[in-house]
């Protein structure tokens, strides 16, 4: 049986980490999508290297050239993943991509941010509809155009009768507190890195994209005075509205650390040192926001570094702790799928941006959109 209400809509993200282009099929019947297919396609190797090397002194002409490249790159994943399922172009209401980030400073004068992956190549290559550059229009309005997944994680995860937080643990980790009585406010931050820097450091130490598992971590001893200089970084400590990305936290970041320090510590002790930072920096946000949730879900890479989710799980001893899996969308795709749920918004003339989260001065309608 079919449902003619039903609308299918493709999510597209591509996170801090650049590990892949994460696509999602979501077929909305009412505002909860279910996830008709999914794929992950890693990011081609010399793409991400260039992704990587962008900061604020990069020529305009390589910015504007990855711009194009990136566009190809996201339209060839979502070619692919229609192609999978066998669900044509046709029958896909919108296209919702983040693009990829490669800068986002909104502390400055003029607070600005970036992403790359031109939508008109999207639009041009796959016929369909495709809404993108979501996070400016909130920037306009004074917010920090960041986090924008709360707004998505309340219509999703959000229970009458729980407290509960979403946690997402990819390149830099954010959360949202999703209270029960829908009269008290939403809230969702930053928390700072997630996985961003325990990639970088087993990149350099060791030539791996990731610490799989965090089995490395697992090996080493938590270097305590390293771990309080980090911790003593002035972000952590800043009130919500705040967002962060790898402008602060970086390689540079650790090392200047490392170099604070009397001596160099054991690869593997910096590394259990900066799973700890993450693991301790998000149970310290979570007894922040809420003294006693019911439940604390996880998404995102992170969910996968078993010393991550132990180390966190011991710092929260009275949380339960799960990954968004039990509740219906897998860990690895729900930020792909809320941008599913943006373009749905942006098309309806809704307003997506939560207030309470960016700081902006009113509710926006997120999102430009490119004609199929
Ligand atoms: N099996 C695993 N063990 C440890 N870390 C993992 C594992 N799988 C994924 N990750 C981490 O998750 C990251 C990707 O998470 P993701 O949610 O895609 O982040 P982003 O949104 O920043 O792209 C990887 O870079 C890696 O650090
Ligand atoms: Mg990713």
């Known amino acids: 049986m079919t449902n003619t209400d039903e609308q299918l809509f493709v999510g597209v993200m591509t996170g801090t980490s650049m590990d892949a282009i994460d ?24 793409l991400r290297e260039e992704l990587l090397s962008v900061t604020g002194d990069t020529p305009l002409a390589q910015v504007a050239e990855l711009d194009v490249r990136m566009g190809n790159a996201l339209a ?29 400073m909104t502390a400055q004068r003029w607070p600005a941010t970036v992403q790359l992956g031109d939508p008109n ?24 155009g960041a986090p924008l997944a709360p707004a998505f994680h309340r219509a999703f995860f959000a229970h009458p ?20 009585h829908r009269g008290q406010q939403l809230t969702g931050f930053d928390v700072g890195p997630g996985n961003v820097l325990m990639d970088g450091w087993i990149a350099q130490q060791r030539g791996e994209t990731l610490d799989k598992d965090g089995a490395w971590a697992a090996t080493g001893t938590v270097d305590k005075e390293l771990l309080a200089r980090m911790r003593a970084e002035p972000f952590f400590a800043l009130p919500p509205p705040k967002s962060t990305g790898r402008d602060l936290f970086n390689m540079n970041w650790v090392l200047r650390h490392i170099a604070d ?10 590394q259990a040192t900066l799973c700890e930072l993450t ?24 969910a996968h570094n078993k010393h991550l989710m132990r180390r966190l799980a011991a710092h929260l001893p ?30 309806a003339g809704r307003p997506a941006n939560a207030v309470s989260v960016t700081g902006a001065r009113h509710p926006a309608v997120l999102g430009g959109v490119y004609h199929g």
């Open 161 to 180: 009768l729980e407290d509960r937080i979403v946690i997402n643990i990819g390149g830099m980790a954010n959360l949202t507190y999703l209270p029960a």
């Open 76 to 104: 060839d994943a979502v070619l692919a993943t229609l192609k999978q399922s066998g669900v044509s172009p046709e029958t896909v209401h919108a296209i919702g991509c983040h693009g990829q980030t490669v800068y986002h």
């Open 121 to 144: 190549i999207i639009a041009e290559r796959t016929g369909i509809t495709t809404v993108a550059d979501f996070r400016r229009r909130d920037l306009a309005a004074g917010g920090e």
């Open 279 to 302: 693991a301790g920096t998000i149970a310290e946000a979570v007894t922040q926001t809420c003294a006693q949730p019911q439940q604390v879900m996880i998404c995102g890479g992170g």
């Open 318 to 347: 009275q949380c339960d702790i799960v990954p968004t899996d039990t509740l219906g969308i897998g860990a690895d795709w729900v930020e792909a799928a809320g941008f599913a749920w943006l373009a749905r918004e942006a098309l």
């Open 23 to 46: 696509v999602v099929i979501a077929r909305f019947a009412g505002s909860r999508p279910t996830l008709a297919d999914c794929r992950s396609q890693p990011l081609d190797r010399e």
């Open 261 to 270: 320090g009397r001596a160099i510590p054991e690869g593997a002790d910096v």
